[in-house]
Each structure stands twice: as C-alpha cells, then as structure tokens.
C-alpha cells in the first residue's frame, strides 16, 4: 500500500497493511545516522523504509525587515519576519533565545496586520515548488498537508511572546482573538488559491502547543470563549472541501480533548506521554472518532529495550481498527543512534501490522 492509502484507513478507522510511521528527525539526529552509516543524500525516510508525508507552506507574515544584527562564532542576533528579534546559536539542534518582540499591543498589532493583508497574495504561495514536486508527490502516494499557521502557539511564540499573549487573553481578549483569526482568515485565503489552482491537499495540518507538564496555558473555559470558534472555522474549512483537520498540541490537553472531538478534529498529535497525555485512555474513548498520532515517549527512544518494549506494549491496542500513526510523542533528537532507530522501525512494522 501507499503512504497515502494507509493514512486515509487510519483517518476512516479502517485496517491497513501496516500502520504509518513518520516522524521528525533533529539536524543532529540526521548528521549522527550519516556519521554512523546513513549514506548523506539519502532521504532518511527511504533509508529506513517508512512513509512520506508532504507539507505545503505558504507566507502570512508581515513581512518585517529581516537583518543581521549580530554575528559571533557562538551565535547570531537576527530579525524575523514576524518582528522578532532572536539569538540563534550555531550549535547543532539548539534552541533560539527569543530577546524582543516588535508587535506587542493593540497598536503594534494594527501595524503588523495591515502589512499581512498587503497585496499582492501571489508570491506569498510557493507555485514553483509546487509545479516541481507536487505531480511526484502524488505519482508515489504520498500524503498531501496544507501547513495553515494560526491560533495561540504561534501567536505567542513567533509574533507577540507568551507572556504579552496570555495576559492579553485576559485584559483585552478582543485584541487576541483578531490576531488568531486574522492568521486563519489569511491561511485560508491563501491555501484556497493554491486548491483552485488544482493542488488539493488531503489535509489540514496546524500547531496549537496549548499544555505543557500537567497542565494547559488556560482554562477550559477560556478555551471555549476565545480559542475554539477559531479552531472551529478551520475545521469547517477543511471539512467543507471534503479534508481532514489534524491537530498538532504539545503538553497535557487532556481537559480538552471532549471539546477537539466535539468540534470535529480528526486527528490529535503528538499524545505527549511525558508531559500527561494518555494514549492509551484516549483510544478507549474516542478510538471510532479520533485518530491518534504519536504518543510514544521520545524519552526512551535511545534505550533500545525500554523502547522496544514501549511499542510491543502500546501500538496492538493503538492500531485496533485503524486510527493510529505512529511517530515519538515530539521529535527524533539526536540520542538516537542508527542502529536504535533501525530497531524501532522493525519493532513498529511489526507491532503495527495488521
């Protein structure tokens, strides 16, 4: 079977010949597998046999002046197009110190958004790329996302800062929720030119960290009132042209996960174990609604017997009747040796054989 045969079973609840299995190596984790025999060049995932999932971006920023204003051996200051100011350091698989943050009110906000409705929309959509790769794509069966970009986690993390972001949620509300929509009303105008110009996608894909450890960022409640009319619309979007809706949300979203289902999302990622999600749980409840993505615990993934052992256990009850694509509850990171990650693909082909 195809990659795109097995994700649309899982997405309809139905058995295929194996489960999927996709998933995101770090820089480092690729370099560490070329370094202990990958061969450079190779697309990891034809190396290790698995499937091939297909994202389309497209560009909703400001579009704010991207520039150099530092550059050390150890690291590089630079602005973003959204406004930001990081310090990215040059080791391999570090993390960017956020130290500034241009749209941080109501008023840098009417800025930033005036410049995200600017026309002209046609070079804010790859169709290069697109006429190059997508007839492939779809010539190999793989699986086609549309990358939409919207809602709290990017919000915070790459316009605003979490803090500006969270107490907004609470004193001016209306201010926040004009940036959640106004990310998704710009994703759909987008995205529904590249669909009329023929480049269907099979669906919607976007990133909402909405927990962390044990916990959301915000109540249920405020969730309701501000976040899921927005995640909603997304959803009806997708839906209405005949797609899937893929949630990706770090961190224990446990408390929200009735009203995902509620709202018609079909797929839930990563389940991060290690922050309180409950794979397990969750195929009990919503295993004939819900489809399961992740939920096996990155943490383990460089002791080959705890990991090993993690899949035999969690993917035959994960994989009954379809419903469950197999990946880390996160990333690949760079612990994880050649030979390790050999062992989890076996391990996982055949756990996950049906």
Sequence with gaps: MTTYERFMRM???????????????????????????????????????????????????????????EDTDRYQIVTTDWGVTLKN???L????????????????????????????????????YLKENYPRWRAEGRFVEAHFWFGFDVTHS?????????????EDPDW???????????????????????????????????GYKGRTFFSLDMYRELLKPVHTRAVRWAHDHGIYAHLHSCGDVMDFVDDL???GIDCLNPLEVKAGMEPLTLKKKYGDVLTLHGGINAVLW??????????????PILKENGGYIFSSDHSIPNAV???????IVAAVKKAGKY
Excluded at 11 to 26: C, G, S, V, Y
Excluded at 31 to 57: C, S
Excluded at 101 to 117: F, G, H, T
């Design 89 to 91: 350091f040059k080791e």
């Design 176 to 210: 926040v929720v004009d940036m959640f929509n106004t990310y998704l009303d710009r994703c759909i105008a987008l995205f529904q030119k590249v669909w009329d110009a023929g480049y269907h996608f099979d669906a919607i894909f976007w990133e909402d960290d909405m």
């Design 302 to 315: 460089d002791d080959r017997d705890a990991i090993v052992s993690a899949i035999e256990e969690t993917v």
């Design 261 to 263: 289902v509620g709202i």
């Design 337 to 343: 040796s050649l030979e390790n990650m050999k062992a």
């Design 158 to 170: 790459w316009m605003s800062g979490t803090e500006t972001v969270l107490i907004g949620m609470y």
């Design 93 to 128: 698989d570090s993390t960017p110190e956020f130290l500034d943050y241009k749209v941080d009110s109501p008023e840098a906000w009417a800025d930033a958004k005036a410049r995200m409705l600017m026309l002209p929309d046609e070079d804010r959509i790859p169709w290069q």
């Design 11 to 69: 997405f309809r609840h139905e058995e295929a010949d194996r489960i999927p299995i996709i998933d995101q190596p770090w820089a480092g984790t690729i370099r560490r597998w070329q370094n202990e025999g990958m061969p450079k060049g190779v697309d990891w995932r034809d190396y290790f046999g698995v499937d091939k999932l297909e994202r389309i971006n497209v560009d909703i920023t400001p579009r704010y002046e991207v520039k150099v204003l």
